[in-house]
T-cell receptor
Framework: DAKTTQPPSMDCAEGRAANLPCNHSTISGNEYVYWYRQIHSQGPQYIIHGLKNNETNEMASLIITEDRKSSTLILPHATLRDTAVYYC?????????????FGSGTRLLVRP | DTAVSQTPKYLVTQMGNDKSIKCEQN?????MYWYKQDSKKFLKIMFSYNNKELIINETVPNRFSPKSPDKAHLNLHINSLELGDSAVYFC?????????????FGEGSWLTVV
């Protein structure tokens, strides 16, 4: 079962920041938070991940609360091409590997 | 230069048939995965191989048998296909199984069983 909960849908205006929230209240100390997105009919695309500190890359910023029970993905200037389903995922460690457990995601619609 | 490539992209077949989906990655990664996305859009891991060795085997029917001839390839063979097997199957890879590197996904294979 997914360890994350996200709103089913959100929308924002093109050019504005899109802030996508995620709750992961049962996250363990060594479990990372990953964000992926899936544009219609394509494979999931990696966006960003983090453990404790805030992270930023060319696509987005990830803000993780101090207690690590929630996080926010920020797309600073959303474009129409950012319309997709965004998945917040907790990476679960196993004995010899780890796995990403996907939830239902947030469907983001960027309006012109 | 597709990093993770799957074939076929679309497959329509009858119940009871046996079919295979092939996957190749040119990233030099050690670990490969198969994920299944059902009609409700949930993505679930099925298998993971590290250097040709099976390391994750979720509760998947025995009709599904992955095969890794080398670490760049992970094929999925499905016997006696059932209607419920209709889904999108995604192959993926990562640098290793332990260090927590990014997982890169292929474009998916749409399987429809009629």
């Amino acid at each position: 079962d997914a360890k994350t909960t996200q709103p089913p849908s959100m929308d924002c205006a093109e050019g504005r920041a899109a802030n996508l929230p995620c709750n992961h209240s049962t996250i363990s100390g060594n479990e990372y938070v990953y964000w992926y997105r899936q544009i219609h009919s394509q494979g999931p695309q990696y966006i960003i991940h983090g453990l404790k500190n805030n992270e930023t890359n060319e696509m987005a910023s990830l803000i993780i609360t101090e207690d690590r029970k929630s996080s926010t993905l920020i797309l600073p200037h959303a474009t129409l091409r950012d319309t997709a389903v965004y998945y917040c995922i907790v990476r679960v460690s196993m004995d010899s590997s780890y796995k990403l457990i996907f939830g239902s995601g947030t469907r983001l619609l960027v309006r012109p | 230069d597709t990093a993770v490539s799957q074939t076929p992209k679309y497959l329509v077949t009858q119940m009871g048939n046996d079919k295979s989906i092939k996957c190749e990655q040119n990233l030099g990664h050690d670990t490969m995965y198969w994920y299944k996305q059902d009609s409700k859009k949930f993505l679930k891991i099925m298998f993971s191989y590290n250097n040709k060795e099976l390391i994750i085997n979720e509760t998947v029917p025995n009709r599904f048998s992955p095969k890794s001839p080398d670490k760049a390839h992970l094929n999925l063979h499905i016997n006696s296909l059932e209607l419920g097997d209709s889904a999108v199957y995604f192959c993926a890879s990562s640098q290793s199984a332990i260090s927590g590197n990014t997982i890169y996904f292929g474009e998916g294979s749409w399987l429809t069983v009629v």
